[in-house]
Every structure is written in structure tokens, then in C-alpha cells.
């Protein structure tokens, strides 16, 4: 029975991850890794690891996948498929032997452990209950790291992806230049200061963010953050 | 089942995160094949848990979940970077950083 179940989870698995793979449109790719997910949590089941196949389905499964979603859908994803040239070829040969090579040293090996059905089991091996134990005794700075680890994270992420107000300029500069110029001369628009005295010379620049604050985004706090990028 | 035949199939994922990494160009798909291998280390570490009765490993796997989690964060809110900044979303174009 546990063979049956075993073999159905490692094919879903590993047809979740070729899928990742092959999909061209994203989105597909991402619910492909959903599926591959919950085919590991199967095989994490099989393997006594309760919580971890819990935490795989809770956290990857649900929020992960969900970030992952909104992400596609706001970007987009695009229809590109794979690299130009050699890498084309040889990407997939380089796994195809890596696969090789990980199979003969691990099935070569000789350990007598990996050719057996593991140790003993204890009734709570992989429960909830233990996990917590260790965490909170054996492993308790590891978990503390974590969760500074997902704080630091968290506020990047926030800081990487917020609107930037250096940006604003930015995009009125781009409107302002390809306006055709003769329509807004003499215009009560011009008269009534909507359009913004443009200097020559931006246009040239290949950056134009730094020299298009001649409007609203001299005084932006977020202007020196425009150096990093 | 044997033990072997779980750290087979968690070679197979590897092997299949490593050589998408190599032959997409997304750095949306780039970030699932990197989760595929971390699974595939996930998957060994459960395993070799089993193997000894001992749950150190799974601890590790819940370890290497919080950093997955972490990375996909960062690198999403890059993604969303790069999308604001009206930058190809592509890893071949984004090569500015090469020397």
C-alpha cells in the first residue's frame, strides 16, 4: 500500500516539477509547483514528517504560491521560453548528468542504511509535539534566527517594491518630450504653468531621473534612494 | 519503500530545478526552479530523518522553508522592482552588473 501511494506521489512530483519546467506561460508554471508541492507533502507523509507535511501545505502550498500568483498577475510573465544558444543544449545535458552522477553515488554508495526502511518507529516521531520541543530546547537560537530572518525579508521586500516617488517625475519628463511641441506653444495651457520650463539638454542624458526634478520631484524624500538603482 | 528510492527522486527534482535555472530566461519561473531544488534538499533531509529516527532533519527542512520563504520575498519584490522600472523582465537583458 505505503509502495502504491509512494510511487503515485514521486510520479506527481516529479511531473509537477518537469511542468515548472516546460510550461511556457508562468502562471501554469506556478500551478505546477502548487501540484509538485502537494505531491512532496504526500512523500513527506510517508515519511513520518506530520508537521513538515503540514507546514508544505500551509505555507508553501498557501502562502507562498499565493504571493507567487499575485506577482504573475501583476507583471504579467510575458511568453519568452528559453535562452538563445548553447545554454539551450546544454542546460539540460549538464541535469541530465548531474541526475546520473547523484544516482550512482547515492545508490552505489553501499550504505547499508539507505538500502533499508529506516529506523524503528516510535509513536510521535514527526508530531507536532516533538518538533516544538526541539525547537523551544535544542534549536531554539536556529528559531529565533528565523524569525529575524523573515523580519529582515519582509521589511526588504517592502522597501524593494513600494511606489517610488522619485519615479513620478520621471514619467510626466516622458510625456512632457514626446507631446508635440508646436501644440502646446501659445496655449492657455502654457499660460496657466501646466507645462513645466524643460531645459534642452535632458533629453540627451540616458537617465533622465536625476535631471527631470525641475518639477514637483525637486523636493522628494525618496530622491537620493534613486542613486542605488 | 526503501530510503534509496526517496533520495532518487529528490535527485530527479534537483536535477530538474538546476536545469531550469539554467535554460529559463523569467526570473519569475528562475525563482520556482530554485524552490524546486530546495525542495528536492527538503525531501533528502526528511528522508535521511527517517533513515536514523531522528528528528533533527526535519528540523532542518522547516529551517530551509523559512529561508525559501525569504528568498521568494526578496526576489519578488525585485521582480516588481524591475516591473516598475519598465526594465525587460528577462535575465538575459538585466546584465548590467556584468564587469
Redesign the interface.
Known sequence: M??VI?FIA?IG??TG??G??MLRN?FY??LA?AF??VS?AA??L????E??AA??VI??AG??MV??VF??A??G??E?????GA??V???L???A??IE??IA??GAGLK??????????PG??APR??GQ??LT??LF?FEL?SI??L???V??????R??RG?EPDEQFELRVHAPRPAWTGTMAEAGGIRLPVPEEPIASAEPVGTATTGDGAGSPDSEHEGG? | ?????????S??????????V?????P??I???L??ML?AA??AL??F????????G??F???V??????????G??????I???RLP??V?ELNELQG
Open positions: 505505503s509502495a509512494f514521486a512530483a516529479i516539477a518537469f515548472v519546467v508562468p508554471s506556478v509547483l509538485h508541492l512532496l512523500l513527506f510517508l515519511l513520518r514528517a508537521f513538515v507546514a508544505q505555507v508553501y502562502a507562498v504571493l507567487y506577482v504573475v501583476y507583471v510573465g510575458g519568452q521560453l528559453t535562452t538563445r545554454l539551450r546544454l542546460g539540460p549538464f541535469a541530465l548531474l541526475a547523484l544516482c547515492m545508490l542504511g539507505v538500502n533499508s526502511k529506516g529506523a524503528a518507529f516510535v516521531f514527526g516533538s518538533i526541539l525547537f535544542k534549536f536556529p528565523a530572518l523573515l529582515v525579508a519582509a526588504g521586500a517592502v522597501v524593494l517594491a511606489r517610488r519615479l538603482w | 519503500m526503501n530510503i534509496g528510492w526517496y533520495l532518487v527522486v535527485a530527479i527534482i534537483f536535477c530538474i530545478g538546476a536545469g531550469g539554467l535554460v529559463r530566461r523569467n519569475l519561473v525563482l520556482l526552479c524552490e524546486l525542495n527538503n525531501l526528511v528522508a530523518a527517517r533513515m536514523w529516527g531522528n528528528e533533527d526535519q528540523i527542512a522547516l529551517i522553508m523559512v529561508v525559501a520563504a525569504a528568498e521568494v520575498t526578496v519578488l519584490g525585485l521582480v516588481v522592482a516591473y516598475r522600472r523582465i528577462d538575459d
